[in-house]
């Protein structure tokens, strides 16, 4: 594995089926568009996943409708079924977009009153996006405190969400690897990002900031997401 692919991914292996999910759904989300069961084995390989258990991920994604395939010739083909396609799209609005600008309010109400459509975070307390009738409503643009950030994301998410930063904060933008060593560099860097970004609500960055620096962490994977940002389907197949 390539030292800096190594770096991005840490001590863990991404498990196959959600690694393929981030390949379909950062290399091939527009409609229609195939990969090569080829391909697909030869950028799971570099993480060091078994072409049997690619075939075994690419069943069950086949399974559970996330991907359809074809035969071109004698070689498999896959993409995105209608569903996958749909839950890609949604996904790639939090994943590669920017922090949400709309202020959520933290709502104070009647705890023996039904609870406004929100993320609660006590018996009376809520953060809503719009004004809730009978509650106290207080627009929050400063950071939480830290037992409200505990509330709305998980412990083993925030420490996720810490490493990939310091990870990605000390990977440089100017890289001389091969066109597939960069492909599966930022497969990694946007696969290790979705499991963080996907997992936390979706306020504004500052929000989170006593607990983890979710701004600093959404600018490094950025920065490196433009510095990636030709690196194409296309020329890992051509360089087969």
């Given at each position: 594995m390539n030292p800096a692919i190594e770096h991005i991914l840490?001590?863990?292996?991404?498990?196959?089926?959600?690694?393929?999910v981030t390949i379909f759904g950062d290399m091939a989300r527009k409609e229609g568009r195939y990969i090569s069961s080829r391909t697909l084995t030869q950028l799971t390989e570099q993480i060091r996943v078994k072409p049997e258990a690619t075939r075994v991920a690419?069943?069950?994604?086949?399974?559970?409708?996330?991907?359809?395939?074809?035969?071109?010739?004698?070689?498999?083909?896959?993409?995105?079924?209608?569903?996958?396609?749909?839950?890609?799209?949604?996904?790639?609005f939090r994943i590669y977009g920017t922090t949400p600008k709309k202020t959520p309010i933290l709502a104070l109400y009647d705890p023996n009153s039904v609870a406004p459509n929100g993320l609660r975070l006590s018996s009376a307390m809520s953060l809503v996006m719009s004004e809730c009738d009978g509650a106290m409503n207080i627009p929050v643009r400063d950071p939480l405190p830290i037992w409200m950030v505990d509330r709305l994301v998980g412990s083993d998410i925030q420490s996720a969400a810490l490493k990939l930063q310091a990870r990605s904060a000390e990977l440089p933008?100017?890289?001389?690897?091969?066109?597939?060593?960069?492909?599966?560099?930022?497969?990694?860097?946007?696969?290790?990002?979705?499991?963080?970004?996907?997992?936390?609500?979706?306020?504004?960055?500052?929000?989170?900031?006593?607990?983890?620096?979710l701004g600093d962490l959404r600018r490094s994977v950025r920065r490196l997401l433009a510095s990636l940002s030709d690196v194409a389907l296309d020329q890992i197949v051509l360089n087969q």
């Open positions: 840490g001590d863990e292996t991404p498990r196959v089926w959600s690694f393929i690419l069943h069950r994604l086949r399974k559970e409708d996330w991907l359809e395939s074809k035969k071109f010739g004698r070689e498999s083909h896959y993409r995105l079924s209608d569903n996958g396609l749909k839950l890609s799209r949604e996904a790639a933008t100017t890289l001389d690897f091969s066109e597939l060593d960069r492909a599966v560099l930022r497969l990694s860097l946007v696969h290790e990002w979705r499991r963080v970004i996907l997992r936390i609500p979706d306020l504004p960055d500052v929000l989170f900031e006593k607990a983890f620096s």
